[in-house]
């Protein structure tokens, strides 16, 4: 529909601006905060009020928001070229493509880039299928996710009333060990044998045809945060090599320091054959993609080019974001803040029985929230009130919506966040849990 009267004020555009977002406009927008300014660990909305966010934005600002050096490497790019269709190379694209090789894992030595993850993920895809031809199923675990595009979403969590199911690829999905609720009270490591198991079975007579890869996230991030024991992926791993199967690592909310080390690869001293990245590569600029075994043939011509999927700009800004985690040792910083938020959160589940369970490594940090620690029943509504309380209180957490799990905290600042903010966003977190829990909430 068409707008009669041009608006007059910056509260109507704001307004027809709200009603207009095709993205769930009917139920949430209204409470969103618009944000106007970001500055490192802070982020300020549009009526001046500034928060610590503990969400990096999708746990994207690994350098923290609006970095001068990015910034000033974007308005330099920005002032030489924005765009060139992939048949074109640019300085950066190529300086940004040396500079990644010097510290992926092993042999990952090929490079292509997207701007968003779900891309990243079809293309990891795309090339394992390239690699395995005559091979037409894909694994990927029970809990994973891997995007929002068709095919992304499809490889994800079982998405409650999927309208896409139609036209969506089938996946096979297989169960994985889950250290908080291990399967029939086994402890981790049986539960991973049993897991790598059943996967092997399922590979030998759980589908027709050939597996051309199996597809995981190192550590399992919007489907529960769930933190895979080491035993699996070196079982995984060697079951691939016994398979001839192309593993992927869905690296995406792990790369680029997170964990505290570079790559969960090298934290887990995993190599898998194809691993994504996005998010924290950036520094708030869109930018994803694919480091690839040098053992894989590429691509051909025209099997994956994007419009702008080498954007300058945002590869400018990746060059100086890569410099900086480096310079500025921001892998260490993430493990040291890591180890005292979750000695602290340790300690404070304590006393705020509402914990139920803390996670790490690194700045993947987050906290489950459940009404009863022995039937560790999802605590929900309180983990709402968590994200409503600290937005009152001035701490963006990060509250995870996806799929009914919605009862895990997180806490993801970015990487260069200071001890005193982490101190501060963990008082403010107490205070919190204290009140819902005087509350009786849960
Ligand atoms: C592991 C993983 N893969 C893929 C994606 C999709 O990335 P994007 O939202 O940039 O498409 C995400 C996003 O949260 C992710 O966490």
Not at 279 to 293: T, V
């Amino acid at each position: 529909m068409s707008l009669t009267a041009a608006p007059t004020k910056d509260t109507e555009y704001t307004e027809i601006g709200k009603k207009s977002l095709i993205h769930d406009p009917r139920s949430g927008n209204d409470n969103k905060i618009t944000l106007a300014r970001a500055r490192g660990s802070r982020v300020w909305d549009d009526q001046g009020q500034e928060y610590l966010d503990f969400t990096s934005q999708a746990w994207s600002n690994n350098l923290g928001a609006n970095d001068p050096r990015v910034v000033e490497a974007a308005i330099a790019q920005l002032r030489e070229i924005t765009h060139a269709r992939p048949n074109f190379n640019t300085a950066v694209l190529l300086e940004l493509t040396a500079k990644l090789r010097e510290i992926t894992p092993g042999d990952l030595n090929r490079i292509g880039y997207c701007l968003h993850g779900s891309l990243a993920v079809e293309m990891a895809i795309k090339l394992a299928f390239k690699n395995k031809p005559g091979a037409n199923n894909l694994i990927v675990l029970q809990d994973a996710y891997h995007g929002r595009s068709i095919t992304t979403m499809a490889a994800s969590w079982p998405h409650p009333n999927n309208p896409f199911l139609a036209i969506s690829p089938r996946f096979t999905r297989v169960p994985h060990p889950d250290p908080y609720r291990p399967r029939l009270g086994m402890d981790i490591e049986a539960e991973s044998k049993l897991c790598l198991h059943l996967l092997e079975e399922t590979i030998t007579k759980g589908v027709d045809g050939s597996v051309a890869a199996i597809m995981l996230e190192p550590i399992m991030g919007n489907g529960g945060h769930i933190v895979l024991p080491v035993s699996f992926h070196k079982g995984v791993r060697d079951i691939c090599n016994r398979h001839g199967i192309v593993l992927i690592w869905d690296e995406i909310q792990s790369c680029f320091g997170r964990t505290g080390a570079m790559f969960a690869a090298d934290y887990y001293g995993i190599q898998p054959d194809i691993m994504t990245f996005g998010k924290g590569i950036g520094g708030g600029f869109p930018l994803a993609g694919i480091f690839a075994s040098d053992k894989l043939n590429g691509f051909d011509a025209g099997e994956d080019a994007l419009t702008f999927g080498q954007f300058p700009v945002a590869m400018a800004a990746a060059v100086a974001t890569v410099d900086a985690i480096i310079s500025d040792k921001l892998c260490d910083n993430a493990r040291r803040l890591g180890e005292y938020a979750t000695e602290r959160l340790l300690e404070m589940a304590k006393h705020r029985k509402l914990i139920g369970h803390v996670r790490g490594p690194g700045l993947f940090v987050s906290i489950e929230l459940v009404k009863d620690r022995a039937s560790k029943e999802p605590a929900c509504k309180a983990a709402e009130e968590v994200y409503r309380r600290g937005v009152q209180k001035g701490v963006l957490f990060g509250d995870s919506r996806y799929a009914g799990l919605g009862n895990l905290i997180k806490l993801k600042p970015p990487l260069d966040c200071t001890i005193a903010d982490m101190s501060t966003a963990l008082d403010v977190l107490d205070e919190v849990l204290a009140s819902i829990e005087a509350d009786n909430i849960a």
